[in-house]
C-alpha cells in the first residue's frame, strides 16, 4: 500500500516563498498530483509530476525525485489567498488502484 | 461544461437512520470516487466505480456502500449512521485511465449525525 506524509501546518508571510514536502511509501506509481482546498470549498486540481524534475505553472511549481521518494509544492510571492489545504495525491501502477490523498498541509498567509 | 454536482449538500440524521447521497459526474466521465473527509484525517477513500462497476473499495465498514448507474451517476448508502460517520463527503469524476490522476470534485455533501 502507499503511504503519503505532509507536514499539518505551514505560515508564511505574504510576498514570500513556501515550499510544502510530501515523502511518500510506494513501490510504484504514475505520478504525484497536488490539490488545493479552500475552506468550505471542493478539492481542486494543481498540477501533476509524471517524471522527475521540476514543473512551473505561474507562481506554483511542483517537483519531483522518485529516487528520494520526494516531492513538494512550491508557491511564490504569496497572496493571503493562496491560505487553503494543499494534498499530494498517488495512484499505484498495481492493479486498478484509487487515487490516494496525503492528510494535508493547512498553509496559513499571514500580512 | 457542468462540473460533479452532489445533493443534498447539507444533511442531518440521527443516530441508527441510513442516508443516501447522490453524485452526478462531469459529462463523458465514467470514473466516479468517494471520498469521506475529517477534521485532522485528510480524504480517506471509500469507492471507486467505472461503468457499473465497483473497481476499488477503501477500508471501511459493510454499512457504507455504493452503486453507479447507466448514466455513471452514483449513489452512496450509510445504513445504521453512527456519531463518528459526521463528515463532508467528497465525489470525485475523472476520465478513464489509470494514468489520469486529475480528479474534478463536488461542493460535497456534509453529514451530521446526531
Known amino acids: 500500500g502507499q503511504s503519503l506524509e505532509q507536514p499539518s501546518e505551514v505560515t508564511a508571510v505574504e510576498g514570500a516563498i513556501v515550499q510544502i514536502n510530501c515523502t511518500y511509501q510506494?513501490?510504484?506509481?504514475?505520478?504525484l498530483s497536488w490539490y488545493q482546498q479552500h475552506d468550505g470549498g471542493a478539492p481542486t486540481f494543481l498540477s501533476y509530476n509524471a517524471l522527475d524534475g521540476l514543473e512551473e505553472t505561474g507562481r506554483f511549481s511542483s517537483f519531483l525525485s522518485r529516487s528520494d521518494s520526494y516531492g513538494y509544492l512550491l508557491l511564490q510571492e504569496l497572496q493571503m489567498k493562496d491560505s487553503a489545504s494543499y494534498f499530494c495525491?498517488?495512484?499505484?501502477?498495481?492493479?486498478?488502484?484509487?487515487?490516494?490523498f496525503g492528510k494535508g498541509t493547512r498553509l496559513s498567509v499571514i500580512a | 461544461k457542468a462540473g460533479v454536482t452532489q445533493t443534498p449538500r447539507y444533511l442531518i440524521k440521527t443516530r441508527g437512520q441510513q442516508v443516501t447521497l447522490s453524485c452526478s459526474p462531469i459529462?463523458?466521465?465514467?470514473?466516479v470516487s468517494w471520498y469521506q473527509q475529517t477534521p485532522g484525517q485528510g480524504l480517506q477513500f471509500l469507492f471507486e466505480?467505472?461503468?457499473?462497476?465497483?473497481?476499488n473499495k477503501g477500508n471501511f465498514p459493510g454499512r457504507f456502500s455504493g452503486r453507479q448507474f447507466s448514466n455513471s451517476r452514483s449513489e452512496m448508502n450509510v445504513s445504521t449512521l453512527e456519531l463518528g460517520d459526521s463528515a463532508l463527503y467528497l465525489c470525485?469524476?475523472?476520465?478513464?485511465?489509470?494514468?489520469?490522476?486529475?480528479?474534478?470534485f463536488g461542493q460535497g455533501t456534509r453529514l451530521t449525525v446526531v
Open positions: 459529462s463523458g466521465h465514467r470514473s
Open positions: 495525491a498517488v495512484r499505484e501502477m498495481w492493479g486498478n488502484t484509487p487515487l490516494v
Open positions: 466505480y467505472f461503468s457499473e462497476t465497483q473497481r
Open positions: 470525485a469524476s475523472s476520465l478513464d485511465g489509470p494514468r489520469n490522476t486529475e480528479a474534478f
Open positions: 510506494t513501490s510504484g506509481f504514475y505520478g
